[in-house]
Each structure stands twice: as structure tokens, then as C-alpha cells.
């Protein structure tokens, strides 16, 4: 069993580096899309250091990376979640996805992931979103490798992405969980208790 984890999240984490290495419009609009707006970074660094609470440099910090790998986002999910693994693990949240050229609508996630992850966690989450040229695009299922250690207060990202559309969570929670694990989330407008 622990073979078969290590072998998936390897190939996991190496589809994924390889697709973000070797796209050259990563983060851009689609080519089949009209041009849409983006976020600059001094934007949500705004944004981020009063969603969480935390200083400017601290914010800076964490998107300089994002924007780094990413470039600039045409929108963002802001919202709160709680997960928790014992080996499997479930996480479910909710929030809002707020786009560049103004359109706002609730969004509810949900998912399993399987690895070596054990506790729990409350978090929020500040999700940028990329290529993103249509709203009903987001709601589909975004596969993911997580690796996690909240110790009382902490701040991550990781990448998903689907059909072209990418997702950064950052996450800064309360809790005890440690670990790293392979899974997907499921992003719709409704809310839903199933997992999968």
C-alpha cells in the first residue's frame, strides 16, 4: 500500500510540475477567449494580508511564489473549510468566487484524499484562480497533491488543475495535522455531503 502512495503522488507531482514548466501561457487567457482582466499582485496583497489577518510582507511573501509560477490571476475564491485524515481523509468548504471583471457567486468544495495524513484542521482559504475565462468552468473536479503541517497557525498553497484551469489554495489554519496525500476537490454551486 505505502509503494502504491509513494508511486501516485511521484507521478502525481511530476505530471503536474512538468504541465506547469512547460506551458508558456500558463495563467493566461485561453487563446480561443477574448483577452479578460487580471489581478496584480499589489492588489491581493491587500486582499490577502486582510483576509487573513496577517501583515503586507507576510502576504507578499506567500503570492511572490504564486505569481512567480503563475503569473496574475483573473479571479479568486475567498472562504473557510474544515478537513481531517486518519490515513483517508475529507475535506469540505465553502466561500466566494470573486472575478476581476466583477462577477461574484457562492461556491461550496468538497473532496477525499488517501496518503499519510493523520488530524485535523479549520483553515481559511484564499484560492487564486487562473484561466478562468467562464464562471461555470471552475465547477468540476481539480486532482491535487497536498503535502500539510498546521501546527497551531500556519499559511500553504498547493496547485490543482483541470481542463486548463488552475487553482493556488493558500491556506492559513488552527488545528493539529501533519502529512502528505494525494486526492481531488470537487467545486460546485450547491452544497453536497458526498464526498465524491
Known amino acids: 500500500m ?15 510540475g512538468t504541465a506547469l514548466a512547460q506551458d ?10 477574448e483577452p479578460v482582466d487580471t489581478y496584480s499582485q ?24 504564486v505569481f512567480s509560477d503563475l503569473g496574475r490571476p483573473v479571479g479568486y475564491v475567498a472562504g473557510e473549510e474544515v478537513a481531517g485524515a486518519v490515513g483517508v481523509g475529507l475535506r469540505y468548504g465553502e466561500g466566494y468566487l470573486t472575478m476581476k471583471n466583477g462577477v461574484r457567486e457562492k461556491v461550496y468544495w468538497r473532496g477525499p484524499s488517501i496518503g499519510f495524513d493523520t488530524g485535523g484542521n479549520a483553515s481559511r482559504v484564499f484560492v487564486l484562480v ?56 470537487a467545486y460546485s454551486r450547491r452544497r453536497a455531503w458526498l464526498p465524491f
Request: overall charge negative; charged content about 20%.
Open 130 to 185: 487562473y484561466n478562468l475565462d467562464d464562471p461555470d468552468r471552475l465547477f468540476q473536479r481539480y486532482p491535487g497533491v497536498e503535502g500539510s503541517a498546521y501546527l497551531i497557525a500556519g499559511m500553504g498553497v498547493n496547485y490543482q488543475r483541470a481542463d486548463d484551469v488552475t487553482l493556488a489554495p493558500i491556506r492559513s489554519g488552527v488545528g493539529l495535522r501533519a502529512g502528505a496525500n494525494v486526492g481531488y476537490l
Open 2 to 16: 505505502r509503494a502504491l502512495l509513494t508511486i501516485a503522488a511521484s507521478l502525481a507531482l511530476g505530471v503536474a
Open 42 to 65: 499589489d492588489e491581493l496583497v491587500d486582499a490577502v494580508s486582510d483576509f487573513f489577518g496577517v501583515t503586507a510582507e507576510a502576504a507578499a511573501s506567500v503570492l511572490e511564489r
Open 24 to 33: 508558456p501561457e500558463y495563467g493566461q487567457p485561453s487563446q480561443y477567449s
